[in-house]
């Protein structure tokens, strides 16, 4: 499966046609000019926005000037490495750059999630999994993460990072259905020790504990999440994780004396 030709999810990545090799785009002010192009697929990004983006406190006179010859620098950095350069348009007051879904990271990243879900809700857990993972394959890091940023990029930055976050979310929870419990047990722990208020990633852990057969540790997760709650927060677990605790201590292997502390009807 080739890479997309355009890739912004991680530092900015052009990829050659011939060699699939990576475009030299020049310095930082030429890629701004794309990466900002590239958020806005097929949308018109006017020479305002675009200036905006290079020189949010002070522009020079010479700004239009300048945008014009990093485009056509990128036109002609695209076109040596073999890369189709006619979906960049000229428009009055700025520029278009059409993007096929397949040749740009984020789109093709939306599309996969939509047909891992798709998937999800007929039940084709296995199928899902596997779409929600070639999603995330496509990030090589934060969006656009070799660049300075600007605040005009924020909102598709935030919403791509969120879908990620949900996309990563529901992968591990098709993993619990699925059974692959043990590798999503040192995922889980993981993703608990960089966020540990996370009360759904308790309950994940609790049940993935549990259906491994690893019943005693899943007790001891569920009795460390509730004093960490009770701790940071001074709240009580909710109604999900208090359900999971409560299935683990209502076992018949607990009360009947098999685990550790544990007291006999």
Not at 130 to 148: I, K, T
Not at 225 to 248: H, I, K, Q, S, Y
Request: proline share 6%; with cysteine; glycine share 10%.
């Amino acid at each position: 499966m080739r890479e997309p030709t355009f890739g912004i999810l991680g530092p900015l990545q052009i990829r050659g046609v011939a060699a699939r090799s990576c475009v030299p785009l020049g310095g930082p002010k030429p890629r701004a000019v794309l990466a900002t192009l590239l958020l806005r697929p097929g949308a018109f990004v006017s020479l305002d926005t675009l200036t905006e983006v290079l020189w949010p406190q002070r522009p020079p006179r010479s700004a239009v000037a300048n945008l014009r010859t990093y485009v056509r620098a990128l036109r002609g950095a695209l076109a040596a490495a073999g890369v189709d350069t006619t979906g960049l348009r000229t428009r009055h007051g700025g520029y278009v750059l059409d993007v096929p879904p397949l040749d740009h990271d984020l789109l093709l990243f939306e599309r996969r999630v939509d047909r891992a879900r798709t998937a999800r809700n007929a039940g084709q857990h296995a199928a899902a999994l596997r779409g929600y993972l070639s999603a995330l394959s496509l990030w090589r890091g934060g969006v656009l993460q070799d660049l300075p940023g600007s605040v005009l990029w924020d909102p598709v930055l935030t919403r791509a990072e969120q879908l990620r976050t949900v996309v990563q979310d529901e992968s591990l929870r098709l993993r619990l259905v699925t059974g692959d419990h043990g590798p999503l047990v040192a995922e889980l722990r993981t993703r608990i020790a960089a966020d540990p208020l996370r009360e759904d990633l308790w309950q994940l852990l609790v049940s993935a504990l549990d259906r491994a057969g690893r019943t005693a540790e899943a007790r001891v997760a569920y009795a460390d999440a509730r004093r960490l709650l009770a701790a940071e927060l001074g709240v009580a677990p909710g109604e999900a994780l208090r359900a999971a605790g409560e299935a683990l201590f209502s076992s018949r292997s607990y009360w009947s004396g098999s685990a550790p502390g544990s007291r006999s009807r």
